[in-house]
């Protein structure tokens, strides 16, 4: 510690730089001339430089520290004395729009021992070996919706939204199959979602809809407690709450964790994906032309969106030296997750997508450490059968609008399109 310095604190500090261009998110030709400079990843890159851990504003006028750099990112998340415990003192709250109420803490949001003990109980439903004998179902669920795509267009001749004709059915329809969540309740829990996780609701109605969520789901844990069935929550309720380990409300917290996780991301990242090779031909015939390459594709995709703007965040526990600054226990440290995976001194060329960039795999989208998302493997599957099925059923699909007309999500937390209209 002797080489140790704290950080030189600037009078005001910037704020978290979360907020995305209002144009296209991604610089790939031949649109360039829309992107914005002046956005989020500019501001990394320069943090990246010149202040790699910088002190931030949060929305309440607290401070916290931000981590821009790819190796301080994987030190902070790989290490345990950085807590993940919401109601640990320091912990940065604010601006957490999909964020824990104390009385419904997710396993995500707990330290070890009680997250090793939870996300144990569920850890063996996403292993890559059973998510890999869902592939099969997971292609007819797409091949299915693409059938149906094709009908939409065959009628209006002016094409279809390929959010919700596909993006978000395919993962809402395989979470609610995972945990046994009625599908034809999906409009029920995507708007719910949706207004959790918005930057632009207001707290009362967000605890609103959380309430709502909970209430949903405390009537479906209620009647599976009477016919559990053969899925998720059924076993966790056969399996964990009928042998007293965890309690009607811990059910309640683990459906409502897995079914957001579950649908909101992967379908974000599809849609982005989807948009990404419209733009990009010449990788979408490579990828046509060579299927073996989509698995690594969809690291690349991942790691070029990054689509969680957001966090994570942890609270020290002890005071800690990361690269030679001081992080005292007590204060709260975010982390950003777009700016590790943009950058140049792991991945070269960072800004350009590469399809066949050879370490896009060790990028962080899904997390580092004891934290990363438990359900990786099974967005992992999803994407690679949407993005081959889209690459050979609609080799000339487009959006069906200037992509200047398409509605980003600049005002959510998972970053991705409202809408994305295509033809072929």
Known sequence: MSEMSEMTLPTTPARL????????PFALPPVSALFDQEGPHTEFNTLRTEEPISKICLPDGSWAWLVTRYSDIRAVLGDTRFSSDTTVHGYPLSGMTGGPNP??????????????????????????KRVEALRPEIRQITEELCDAMERAERDVHSG????????????????????????????????????????????????????????????????????????????????????????HDEVLVFAASLLIAGHETTANMIGLSALSLMHDQESADQLREDPSLIRGAVEELLRFHSISRNGPRRAATVDIEIDGHLIRAGEGVVVSVPSANRDESVFADAERL???????????????????????????????????????????????????????????????????????
């Open 17 to 24: 730089p979360v907020q995305p261009s209002s144009g296209c």
């Open 103 to 128: 009385q419904n803490r997710s396993f995500v949001h707990m330290d070890p021992p009680e997250h090793t003990r939870l996300r144990r109980m569920v850890t063996r439903e996403f292993m890559v």
């Open 160 to 247: 279809v939204d390929l959010v919700e004709a596909l993006a978000l059915p395919v993962p809402s329809l395989v979470i609610s199959l995972l945990l046994g969540v009625p599908y034809d309740d999906h409009d029920i829990f995507q708007q719910l979602t949706g207004r959790l996780l918005s930057r632009n609701v207001p707290d009362g109605e967000r605890e609103a809809a959380r309430r709502e969520l909970y209430a949903y789901l405390d009537r479906l844990v209620t009647s599976k407690e009477a016919d559990p069935g053969d899925d998720i929550l059924g076993r966790l309720i056969v399996e964990q709450q009928q042998t007293g380990e965890i309690t």
């Open 354 to 424: 590469d399809v066949c960039r050879p370490n896009a795999q060790h990028h962080v989208a899904f997390g580092y450490g004891i934290h990363q998302c438990l359900g990786q493997a099974l967005a992992r599957v999803e994407l690679q059968v949407v993005i081959d099925t889209l690459l050979r059923r609609f080799p000339t699909m487009r959006p069906a609008v200037p992509i200047e007309e398409i509605p980003f999500r600049t005002d959510m937390t998972i970053y991705g399109c409202h809408a994305l209209p295509v033809t072929w």
